[in-house]
């Protein structure tokens, strides 16, 4: 049966266009229930006879929920007890819609065999296709459209005694569907009646029209002393568009302080410079990430970040007398030399942006109370509150949290308890609560992508060789770190008889095995890349890939991209090619070895030969790099040695830099900028490349001020500027100085960004850290998807591939390197998380006093950076008695007690511990060993101190 929908549509232009659209309707759609008899089914799916105890629904039944029930509750449909659901086709067309995530995870349910999801298609059914009625909105036709279906399906399996329940927080269709002789529920009247599950209730989501009960329960909300609710009224979304149109308000992304809850800046739109929120009634209910409407405040009302660490130490879910003005004796109006930032206020919320959370339960102080709050993982998320029964079994757990609502007169958001990942401590469940944190795809990769992989044994054929360049013969190495298995990139460097040098990058071809368009390439797109933790690594593509057929593994063959130079002894580029190729390793080096190597005169092979080329031409290339502005920096990296047999750290130390180190990345930059302007060449206007852009000169006040204090220059005019005040900024006595400064510096810098060449002028592609004004990623397809694009861009302009429609489209490389942004800063942070977690699991039981260095003075602490361990802290400048003994001085950056005065980059020795105090959430802490502050400092206790006894002797493993 045809039908056909006529809707009329907008032009780009302001134009109208009428659009008719064929619908067919057919007869043979099945149910999907294994009781049907007249339906002719392929395979089933709803149970023949469906079982779940309810007080409500105590005969057989299964269940189809509306699209506002997975909106918002789809927590609770996820859990096992839920299963016979019939999801709908305007349901799920819905949800895909406005919700992609939400989309994923009803797919997930539904390709989950235990689950017993049916996606019924009763748009395309001639008996449950309704049209959509003169006045009729098009909520009130879906609606209307999944009663039909309720109805249809109650008549088809009426013989077989199986009831349908609609589910719906719509209390306005509940009462339709009832008058209509439906069974029809919401949400919380369904789960609370389940008697194998009752604590399934603690993860449904308080709704907005419940609120009004919050509000009522909640008056103690409000500020002391007054009748007036607690925070400011949000503007209307239609208040709020205008007022940006009318540039009254800006909009932007709030980006909330790690240091103090009380603070966040406004990343705003379009422009660079950031809008600074202080105080809670100026954050106004915003989250971290959220997109949100602010309004300047006058200029005498702009101020600056308090100088103070500040964390949120409420107890109790009822605790909510908090004053939120914010009139507090830390407030900071200016600081002698600087200027104050500015300031506004959030007066609406564009786009929540709230997701599940990590964290901890911080158990109610009264006995029996089911108000508790809940403690996220991320600094960034207040505390949220939720109700739940289970206390008592979910403390020392770590449990995940979501959102629902955050009312006016509540000082914390209102949400619910979703999912109990394991107890706090527990490695195995740390780690998964970093990468969830940090939004890291680590399920295990599909069978659809599996089966894309190629069938073992596999080798290269005759056909390969055909259309490859044969570099087998060629002396090729590679350099990595210990442990290394996915190895991305191979050099050689050999003479050549006219004089010169020829040197090769030879690159995975990874290109080969994932093409584009297919689920192995989809899954590599959106994990981006691979994530390294310190434990276990997180692949973007399957390990047969990364470890085997890829990876440039010692004296096998492998299919290789590789961009060869033509030189001289300068290092002076006479020539470049690119070309698909097959290589065989002849050695599989890590940087100690190769140096070894390089330094051990009576070696001689020819490997060894080239590497000692290659590494006088990588001192040329970076010299000269280094005139031309690009900046060497510092960041503080370290290494765990792990117990073979717990797997838990038992030594750390800080990773050693060698020359082959600078080697191998030297030769990298070069085949980047190589490859960068070979793609943008030929595809000026959708080269996937990567910038870095210049920080605004308000980045460098700290780098400025903290130099000032030693007397020492930083000119940050331009990168060169800065590159040579960083080389001679040296003081005597203190080697570890410069280093400080370079971390700094590191702080000041912008992140660099991958971007599509159609989108911005060649002026703004420059890479303001190295220097160069093109660059792009090409050396490691096996973790980053940009080189994958990249490879596919090189190889088109070679002729060695054929393009294809995506690759060229410059919106959707430009959409594809969003993603990449945030896959890679998550996989950053990830990394540098899981260094946090395995530094406190190695002081779980000690007390070790180390060498620190003074980073930033706080108004109540000092920030202190320990090298050996790669370790920032805070050390709070409090007493047993809580009494701060020290002067703090906000125009010299100084604390001081008595004649001992700590400024940026002072020495000290620190102890570091884990403070139990709270078994919930234990933390590291340092205590001030050396200056001695009378009253405040511990006495020191030699180099370490074990609290387990009969620890065995420290084992050193392989990382």
């Known amino acids: 049966m045809l039908k056909s929908k006529t809707f009329v549509k907008k032009t780009r232009k302001g134009g109208v266009v009428k659009v008719v659209r064929e619908h067919y309707l057919r007869d043979d759609i099945w149910c999907g229930s294994a009781a049907c008899t007249s339906c002719s089914h392929d395979k089933t799916v709803l149970e023949k006879e469906p079982e779940i105890e309810s007080d409500l629904c105590d005969f057989p039944h299964y269940l189809v929920p509306d699209t506002n029930v997975f909106f918002h509750q789809i927590d609770v449909l996820e859990d096992s007890i839920i299963k016979n659901v019939v999801i709908l086709q305007t349901v799920l067309q819905e949800v895909r819609h406005r919700n992609t995530s939400g989309y994923q995870r009803i797919k997930d349910m539904v390709s989950d065999e235990q689950k017993n999801f049916y996606v019924f298609t009763n748009e395309h059914h001639k008996e449950t296709y309704i049209e959509r009625e003169a006045g009729e909105s098009a909520n009130d036709r879906n609606d209307r459209a999944i009663r039909v279906c309720v109805k249809w399906y109650g008549e088809h399996l009426k013989q077989q005694n199986i009831k349908i329940v609609l589910l719906t927080n ?105 809008v600074f929120v202080k105080g809670l009634a100026n954050l106004n209910r915003a989250v971290h990430d959220d997109v949100v409407a602010i309004e300047m405040l006058p200029k005498k009302d702009w101020t600056l970040p308090s100088s103070m660490i500040l964390t949120d130490e409420s107890q109790n879910a009822d605790d909510e007398d908090e004053n939120i003005d914010d009139n507090e004796e830390t407030e900071t109006k200016t600081i002698k030399g600087i200027k104050a930032l500015p300031t506004g206020k959030v007066v609406g919320i564009i786009k929540r ?161 994932i093409r584009p368009g297919n689920a192995l390439d989809t899954e590599a797109a959106s994990r981006g890349t691979t994530v390294y933790l310190v434990d276990k690594r997180i692949d973007m593509v399957p390990e047969l890939l990364s470890s085997n057929l890829c990876s440039l593994r010692g004296n096998e063959e492998r299919f290789a991209f590789s961009c060869i130079w033509q030189m001289n002894d300068d290092a002076e580029i006479i020539a470049t090619r690119f070309t698909k190729s097959i290589i065989k390793s002849r050695a599989a080096l890590t940087y100690e070895l190769a140096q070894l190597r ?124 800065l590159a040579i005040s960083l080389e001679k900024a040296e003081i005597p006595g203190q080697p570890y100085f410069n280093t400080l400064l370079r971390m700094l510096a590191t702080r000041c810098m912008m992140q660099a960004v991958y971007f599509c060449s159609g989108t911005l002028p060649e002026d703004e592609f420059y890479h303001y850290g190295l220097a160069t004004p093109i660059y792009t990623h090409f050396t490691s397809p096996i973790r980053r998807y940009s080189d994958v694009i990249v490879h596919r861009l090189l190889s088109t302009a070679i002729g060695a591939d054929q393009s294809y429609a995506n690759l060229l489209d410059k919106h959707k490389a430009q959409s ?110 340092l205590k001030l060993v050396h200056p001695v502050v009378k009253g405040f400092s511990v006495p020191p206790q030699g180099k370490s101190s074990d609290v387990r006894k009969d620890e065995p002797p420290l084992k050193k493993s392989k990382q």
């Not at 590497?611 to 290494?639: H, P």
């Open 353 to 513: 942006n709230w997701r599940p959370y990590c964290g901890i339960l911080q158990p109610s102080k009264l006995s029996g109370g089911t108000r508790h709050l809940f403690i996220p993982a991320e600094k960034r998320i207040p505390k949220i509150r939720i109700e739940t029964r289970q206390a008592e079994t979910l403390k020392g757990q770590r449990i995940i949290v979501s959102i629902d609502s955050w009312p006016r007169n509540s000082r914390y958001p209102q949400g619910h308890f979703v999912k109990n990942l394991g107890p706090i401590g527990d490695k195995d469940t740390e780690n998964e609560v970093l990468l969830l944190e940090h939004d890291v795809p680590h399920q295990s990769f599909s069978a659809a992508v599996l089966s894309f992989l190629p069938k073992m044994p596999w080798c290269i054929t005759e056909e390969d060789v055909k259309c490859r360049e044969d570099l087998r013969h060629l002396s090729i190495c590679s350099v990595d770190p210990p442990g290394c298995t996915d190895i991305d990139d191979a050099l050689h460097c050999r003479q050549l008889d006219n004089g010169n040098l020829e040197v090769g990058v030879h690159i995975a071809d990874v290109t080969h095995f």
């Open 816 to 925: 594809l390197c969003n993603n990449l942004n945030y896959r890679h800063k998550m996989a950053q942070y990830a990394g540098r998380a899981s260094v946090g977690l395995h530094t406190q699991l190695f002081f779980k039981d000690k007390a070790v006093d180390e060498e620190g260095f003074v980073l930033f003075v706080r108004k109540n602490a000092l920030q202190i950076l320990i090298p050996k361990f790669g370790l920032e802290g805070s050390l709070f400048l409090k007493d047993n008695k809580g009494k701060n003994c020290f002067v703090h001085s906000e125009d010299e950056s100084s604390q001081t007690a008595g004649d001992i005065k700590f400024r940026v980059f002072d020495r000290v020795i620190v102890r570091i511990s884990i403070d139990k105090t709270n078994i919930q959430h234990q933390k590291l802490q």
């Open 598 to 721: 390089i330094d051990d005169p009576t070696m001689n092979d020819e490997v060894t030969l080239g590497l000692r080329q290659l590494n006088k031409l990588a001192k040329i290339l970076k010299k000269g790099r280094i005139d031309k502005g690009a900046l060497t920096l510092a960041s503080t990296e370290v290494r765990f040695s792990m117990d073979s047999e717990t797997h838990d750290p038992i030594d750390v130390e800080t990773k050693q830099l060698r020359e082959t180190n600078s080697m191998v990345e030297e030769f990298m930059l070069l085949a980047n900028i190589s490859v960068a302007k070979k793609i943008q060449e030929e595809f000026p206007q959708c080269a996937l490349l990567r910038r870095h852009p210049a920080p605004p000169l308000s980045n460098y006040e700290p780098l400025i001020k903290a130099g000032d204090s030693k007397n020492v220059n930083i000119s940050t005019d331009t990168n060169k500027d």
């Open 170 to 274: 719509d209390l306005a269709n509940k009462d339709k569907a009832r008058d209509e002789g439906l069974l029809a529920y919401t949400v919380h009247e369904y789960i609370k009646s389940l008697v194998a599950k009752p604590e399934l209730a603690d993860r449904l989501a308080h709704l907005a029209q419940e609120e009004h009960k919050f509000e009522t329960a909640n008056e103690d909300i409000k500020v002391k002393g007054s009748h007036k609710i607690s925070f400011p009224e949000h503007l209307p979304l239609s208040q709020i568009q205008s007022g940006i149109k009318s540039k009254k308000y800006l909009q932007g992304t709030l980006k909330a302080s790690r240091e103090n809850y009380k603070e966040g800046q406004v990343s705003v739109h379009g422009e660079e410079d950031m």
